[in-house]
T-cell receptor, first 115, second 111 residues
Framework: ETGVTQSPTHLIKTRGQQVTLRCSSQSGHNTVSWYQQALGQGPQFIFQYYREEENGRGNFPPRFSGLQFPNYSSELNVNALELDDSALYLC??????????????FGPGTRLLVL | DAKTTQPTSMDCAEGRAANLPCNHSTISGNEYVYWYRQIHSQGPQYIIH???NNETNEMASLIITEDRKSSTLILPHATLRDTAVYYCIVNANFGNEKLTFGTGTRLTIIP
């Protein structure tokens, strides 16, 4: 059983650019959630994808968007990057069976620096 | 989501039991208590979760009070590798599993 993987591990962009981060979910999991973690803070929920549909969204602007693919892997896209987007971006996968909160397992994260 | 309150930081001697408290006085009947930890710059690691009974696994024990308003995570024999930020989270978003992280407890294991 493979765990959650994310790519790239580190990324440097400049303001106004666009970025795509990738996540492969743990084997057997159908749900991917994305979180943003600024330095010194806890992770903040961005959105969740379940079976290729957005299934909940946190307080993030529309320039944060995502996709989930049939194999349940996922992408996070951020347009028009701002300096405050510099953070650790975390992906978590779970098996949303319904009826129970299922444990989310996190990947190692992608550290994004916006200059 | 119910909110949790944790001490900002704690120290524990290596080899001793580390007891990390968490208050969740507004927890609802269908909300679980989850514990994660995050070692510097890595992704959060799941530790344990429970609803109302005490739970134990290979990593830790979780003690939940009878009224469910507080809980304690116990690391029975702390090692230096247990130095991390520990997050207590309550979660009951069936079908929409948003985890709401607070600032956690920074646990430092002292040699």
């Amino acid at each position: 059983e493979t765990g959650v993987t994310q790519s790239p591990t580190h990324l440097i962009k400049t303001r106004g650019q666009q970025v795509t981060l990738r996540c492969s979910s743990q084997s057997g999991h159908n749900t991917v959630s994305w979180y943003q973690q600024a330095l010194g803070q806890g992770p903040q929920f961005i959105f969740q994808y379940y079976r290729e549909e957005e299934n909940g969204r946190g307080n993030f602007p529309p320039r944060f968007s995502g996709l989930q693919f049939p194999n349940y892997s996922s992408e996070l896209n951020v347009n028009a990057l701002e300096l405050d987007d510099s953070a650790l971006y975390l992906c978590a996968s779970s098996d949303l069976a319904g009826g129970f909160p299922e444990t989310q397992y996190f990947g190692p994260g992608t550290r994004l620096l916006v200059l | 989501d119910a909110k949790t309150t944790q001490p900002t930081s704690m120290d524990c001697a290596e080899g001793r039991a580390a007891n990390l408290p968490c208050n969740h006085s507004t927890i609802s009947g269908n909300e679980y208590v989850y514990w994660y930890r995050q070692i510097h710059s890595q992704g959060p690691q799941y530790i344990i979760h429970g609803l109302k009974n005490n739970e134990t696994n290979e990593m830790a024990s979780l003690i939940i009070t009878e009224d469910r308003k507080s809980s304690t995570l116990i690391l029975p024999h702390a090692t230096l590798r247990d130095t991390a930020v520990y997050y207590c989270i309550v979660n009951a978003n069936f079908g929409n599993e948003k985890l709401t992280f607070g600032t956690g407890t920074r646990l430092t294991i002292i040699p």
